[in-house]
């Protein structure tokens, strides 16, 4: 089951990549930078198991 989950993330992460990459356009990007801001402070300040 794990390496289903990790192949998810990988496939997942490399189609982002991808996406930013060769796709994205300055709204595109604008939007994506404030999602990424929102999820920064989610993680920074979620408890750590």
Do not use: V
């Not at 991808?18 to 930078?33: G, K, M, W």
């Amino acid at each position: 089951m794990k390496n289903r989950e990790k192949a998810r993330y990988q496939r997942n992460r490399s189609t982002a990549r991808s996406f930013i990459r060769n796709q994205a356009t300055l709204e595109d990007l604008q939007e994506l930078e404030q999602l990424m801001d929102k999820r920064y402070e989610e993680i920074k300040t979620s408890p750590t198991d």
